[in-house]
Each structure stands twice: as C-alpha cells, then as structure tokens.
C-alpha cells in the first residue's frame, strides 16, 4: 500500500512538472519569472500567451486524458479483456461521428460539440447494449457489437469527408485528434459533462472488481451483471463524450493509461487503478501536445497521430504478449 501511495504521489508531481513545462513551452518563450507573475501582471504578452492559448489546451489535455483513461478501466474490468478500449469498442468513433454530423451540417453551432458528442456517444453504447443484449449483457457480445457498430460509424463519418471534401481544415482537425484552438469556454462547456461521469465512476470500483470475476461469481454475490454492465458502459460513453468533444478522434489512450497503470502498481483493483490510469491518462495526452508543438516548431503535429502510433506499437506488443501466453 505505502508503495502505491508513492507511485502515485510520483505521478502527481511528474505531471505538475509537465504542467509547467506546458505553460512555458511553445513558439514564444516566456521565462520563469514571467509565468509566475502571469495574474499580477495580466496585461503582458507572455500573460496574454499564456492565459489564453497554453491554459486552456493544457486544461482540455488534462481531462481528455483522465477521461480517456477512466473509460479503457472501466470497459477493460466489466469485459475482462485487456484489448478494450472506447475507440476498439466504437463509442468514441459515435461521439465523432456526431461531432462530424454537427460541424458539417451546422457549423455556426460549434458551441454545442458537447452535446453533440454526448449524444453521440449515448447513441452508440444504446446500439451496442441492444445488439449484445440476450437476457443479459455479455462481455463477447458487447465486443463483437462494438466492433461492428464502430465500423459502421467509421465508414458513416468517411462519407460524410468525402461528400464536403471542400470544407475540411477544421474537419481534419477534429479527425485527427489535438488541442490546438481550445478556449476556456470549451471547458467550462465540459466540465458538466466530465464532473457528471466522475460522480458516476466514483459508486463502480466495486462493481467492477465484482463484475471483472465473471458473470457466474458476480450473480453468486448478488449482483446484477447486466444492470452493472450498463451502468458501466453508460458511464464509459459519458468519459469518452467528454474527451471526444475537447480533443476530436484521440486514439488508444483509453488502452495504454490503463496497462501502464496496472504495470506500476502490480495491482488490478478498480480503485487505485483508476486514480493513477487517470493521471498516466493526462500525463500521456499532455506530453504528446507538447511534443506536437515543440518538434517541428513553428509548424505543429496533430497531437493525435503522435498518440496513435505510439498506441499502434502499443496495440503490437500487448498482441504479441496474448500470443505468447496462449
């Protein structure tokens, strides 16, 4: 336990330092002093850079990548398959999907992307509950459902490119997954949405350990898996909704933050888990931002593809691990 608790409190620094470095770091140099004078002085340019453009992309990094990780947990545990994720079981391509639908057909309501991917989201975890559901909702049903609907939402979201393939600098932006343009007021527009699914993620770790021994354990113990299950996956879509709506198509997140949580605390209880998945969640989104503005500096990377080939490898080696344990 003592040693959790200094991992944990490791991570916690770890990524106030990143924090820092975000805050500072970028195409104009602001120096220490200034950035801790950036609220005594508000009129300045580094205040300006930095309370308008590097705060509010940092903030949606942070809980893009805490509400990724939360949601890979949370789907992981209730199926018992270190394979899921939101973006492998086609929530978040639900909430694109919708999030493409709004800015395609009414661009001026932007502001409502929130909603937009929250419906979305909802819409794709009720398609994949109805599809798996036979007197309850099994863990292989729900992957095979999610996997099929997904696609559908993949291909949904393709036609919808190539039918407005004239309109696309913000499309591609959105597809591709970044932080590049976030306001504090798309924050403050999710933090509803984010503040709503940790209230509901608080009451699940000890339904998904329970859930996470099987349907027969879980029923022996007086649980109800396909009430919990939807539960879950209710809160799961809410997570992903939210990083969708601030961060566009982020991939494998929600599948990296939770092994390399577990790995660094050799433990499986839903609990902790979450706590640090949530911080290596935000840790992993905010150093590939960073990383994306720095590289090729004044040019930027979509934050996006840095994540998904770092999740592609990831994807590899966790394959290769399944088939030599097989």
């Known amino acids: 336990m003592k040693k959790n608790i200094f991992i944990i409190s490791g991570a916690i620094i770890l990524l106030t330092g990143t924090i820092l470095i975000a805050l500072k770091y970028g195409t104009l140099p602001v120096s220490w002093r200034e950035l801790c004078s950036i609220f005594s002085e508000p009129d300045t340019l580094a205040s300006t850079v930095v309370l308008e453009l590097r705060l509010p992309r940092t903030a949606a990094a942070l809980l893009a990548g805490a509400a990724l990780a939360a949601a890979g947990v949370i789907l992981q545990k209730i199926l018992d398959n270190d394979l899921a994720s939101p973006e492998i079981l086609g929530i978040s391509g639900g909430a694109g999907f919708a999030g493409l639908l709004l800015l395609f057909s009414v661009p001026q309501y932007a502001a409502f992307l929130n909603a937009a991917a929250f419906c979305g989201a909802m819409t794709a975890a009720f398609l994949i509950s109805m599809a798996a559901w036979k007197r309850i909702l099994s863990p292989v049903r729900l992957i095979l459902a999610g996997v099929a609907i997904g696609a559908l939402f993949s291909a949904a979201g393709g036609i919808l490119l190539l039918f407005n393939s004239d309109n696309v600098s913000r499309i591609m932006e959105f597809a591709l997954g970044g932080f590049s343009g976030r306001t504090m007021n798309e924050i403050f527009c999710a933090l509803p949405f984010f503040t709503a699914a940790f209230i509901m993620t608080i009451f699940l770790p000890e339904k998904l350990d329970i859930l996470s021994l099987g349907t027969e354990t879980a029923l022996s113990l007086g649980v109800?898996?396909?009430?919990?299950?939807l539960l879950a996956v209710a809160t799961a879509a809410l997570l992903a909704a939210t990083a969708v709506s601030l961060a566009g198509l982020l991939g494998f997140v929600g599948l990296m933050a939770p092994h390399i949580a577990?790995?660094?605390?050799?433990?499986?209880?839903?609990?902790?888990?979450?706590?640090m998945a949530v911080l290596t969640g935000s840790q992993l989104t905010l150093t590939a931002d960073i990383l994306a503005r720095l590289l090729f500096s004044p040019r930027e990377l979509p934050c996006g593809s840095l994540l998904s080939a770092a999740g592609a490898l990831f994807f590899l080696l966790l394959l290769q691990k399944h088939r030599e344990e097989a």
């Open 262 to 275: 577990g790995k660094l605390l050799n433990s499986r209880r839903a609990g902790i888990l979450l706590i």
């Open 224 to 229: 109800s898996p396909g009430r919990d299950r």
